[in-house]
């Protein structure tokens, strides 16, 4: 679906997502965060309740399943004061905070015949971020220093082959400021790659090129060849992922990550794309902010779970669903079912 018939979309189904006003928040928060001078602001603390249950009959009876939930990492300014609530079973293993996929863990004997289930409940505060970058100010970094490792390929989906390398100097142009680089290149593909529904990425061999070859991606696919291009002009950038919200509606989604000297760190969502507004900085919000609605499982991709998987993932790349396995083999998506439940506790 192309922007034109998103928008015919939203016009017919006026009870799907026009009850929360992103430009609105988006506004709050910028003039929240220029007025303290702090990079973030707008608290907003959410219930999660997130749950898998493996189909009857998958698992012989009183075999052991494991199963692993993604839960959200203590990232200072962006989500905070996790605190886990209940969980069945209530024998569980949290994984430390500096894995970048990080999950809780579970075991249970498999009931046969019968549903078999696993659920974590937990509080967590995230905040909404945005820097005021002056472009001029925006400095290159040192191709050697300690940001190297996110200035490289990555194989197989972070790759700078002969077909992206043309694309960059197409988009980039004689440009040389990072900042102005990564504007250009968040600006095409907001223009230029249509967001579409995307099969499962264990099927993709390449999704920084998928979208190039076929002119479509979902966030995944668009932040991933954000995130390649980026790199490949000398600009840090990394991937991060989890949920988003609008109030009543709610997705799994994708995102980046993207440094900028003096700056550091900064969100980016090339899929949210440039706003419709004449203020530069609020059209290019996404390129260096983000909402306060977001809920972080991940900062990075195919990353090893803790404790570690024994068999295939089912997804290889991101972790926002959950995984399941036992000692026979790995429990695909169509073994078991998955539940997201959330509310807002204050904002």
């Known amino acids: 679906l192309d922007k034109k018939l998103n928008e015919i979309w939203r016009r017919q189904n006026p009870e799907t997502g026009e009850k929360f006003d992103l430009d609105l928040h988006i506004e709050n928060l910028m003039a929240e965060c220029l007025e303290s001078g702090l990079p973030y602001g707008h608290p907003v603390r959410l219930r999660i309740k997130q749950g898998i249950e493996v189909h009857p009959g998958q698992v012989p009876k009183g075999e052991t399943i494991s199963c692993w939930i993604p839960f959200p990492r203590e990232i200072p300014h962006r989500q905070i004061n996790i605190k886990l609530l209940d969980a069945f079973p209530q024998k569980y293993k949290v994984a430390p905070n500096d894995q970048l996929q990080r999950t809780v863990y579970f075991e249970q004997p498999s009931n046969g015949q019968q549903p078999t289930k696993f659920w974590v409940e937990y509080e967590y505060t995230p905040h909404g971020i945005y820097v005021n970058v002056d472009p001029e100010k925006v400095k290159p970094v040192d ?183 036992w000692n026979g083999g790995n429990l695909y998506f169509d073994q078991w079912d998955w539940t997201f439940e959330w509310k807002v506790i204050s904002q």
């Open 143 to 325: 191709p050697n220093g300690p940001l190297k490792e996110f200035l490289q390929e990555r194989p197989p989906h972070i790759v700078f082959s002969d077909t992206l390398k043309k694309l960059s100097k197409k988009i980039v142009g004689n440009e040389t400021n990072p900042y102005r680089i990564a504007q250009k290149i968040f600006a095409w593909i907001d223009t230029n790659i249509t967001w579409a529904s995307a099969r499962e990425y264990s099927t993709i061999r390449n999704l920084s090129l998928y979208p190039v070859i076929n002119k479509h991606g979902d966030c995944g696919i668009q932040s991933m060849l954000f995130i390649t291009l980026c790199r490949m002009n000398g600009i840090p950038a990394r991937w991060q992922s989890g949920w988003e919200f609008q109030p009543p509606n709610d997705s799994m989604h994708d995102w980046s990550m993207i440094y900028f000297e003096p700056y550091g760190w900064l969100p980016s969502d090339v899929t949210y794309g440039m706003r419709k507004s004449q203020d530069e900085r609020v059209k290019y919000f996404y390129l260096n902010g983000m909402d306060s609605y977001r809920l972080i499982f991940n900062d990075d991709f195919s990353r090893p779970f803790d404790p570690p998987k024994k068999h295939f993932r089912s997804e290889t790349v991101d972790s926002q669903r959950g995984e399941v396995e």
